[in-house]
């Protein structure tokens, strides 16, 4: 090998090609950058509703946990969700309020959920879930039933270029 060769040729380490990120093949470690704060992705639930999916993406910060939910519907919806406390009990009314303001039943269902990362101790399992939206619609919270737990998180819509996606592999 000549001098030159060494100097500029290609190197002897992986040269394997980072897969360009969209909202559907974000992986565990990828950086997600959004409202001025770095999140690491550290796991995915993926819902399948008879055919129709969702995906869930765990987002964790320095000081929060948040999840970002992706939908293709007609066009996609994007979501930004933070748990909260909210003692439910079945059957799950139509009508919930949380910090005052007034949530109606908008669908329900029940979707089989694949989990990787820190999720994939779910694989196989069966969620109930509620989704719910303000007047306005733009809040919403969704209920989901594991088991005999009852998990409930409140969130919003966002726009895809207010994410900034950093590959890790």
């Known amino acids: ?13 992986n040269n394997k090609s980072v897969e360009e990120r969209n909202m559907f093949n974000l992986q565990t470690d990828d950086i997600v950058t959004y409202d001025l704060e770095d999140y690491k992705i550290v796991g995915k639930i993926s819902y399948d ?8 993406y765990q ?5 929060k946990t948040i999840w970002l939910s992706v939908e293709m519907d007609d066009e996609l919806y994007l ?18 309020e949380y910090e ?3 949530y109606h039943l908008d669908e329900s ?25 303000d ?8 209920v989901e039933k594991w088991g005999s737990e009852i998990e409930v998180s ?7 270029y207010e994410l900034k996606i950093i590959a890790s592999k």
Not at 1 to 12: A, P, R, V
Not at 59 to 63: I, K, T, W, Y
């Open 1 to 13: 090998m000549s001098f030159f060769s060494k100097l500029f040729g290609k190197s002897q380490t």
């Open 49 to 56: 509703d008879h055919g129709f999916k969702w995906h869930a």
């Open 59 to 63: 987002l964790e910060g320095v000081s």
């Open 79 to 96: 979501g930004i969700y933070e748990k909260v406390k909210l003692n439910l009990q079945e059957p799950i009314p139509k009508k919930l």
């Open 100 to 102: 005052g303001i007034t």
């Open 109 to 133: 269902g029940s979707a089989r959920v694949t989990g990787i990362g820190r999720n994939q101790n779910i694989n196989g399992m069966v969620c109930q879930y509620y989704d719910y939206c």
């Open 135 to 142: 007047e306005e619609e733009e809040k919403f919270l969704s």
């Open 154 to 160: 409140t969130g919003y819509e966002i726009e895809q």
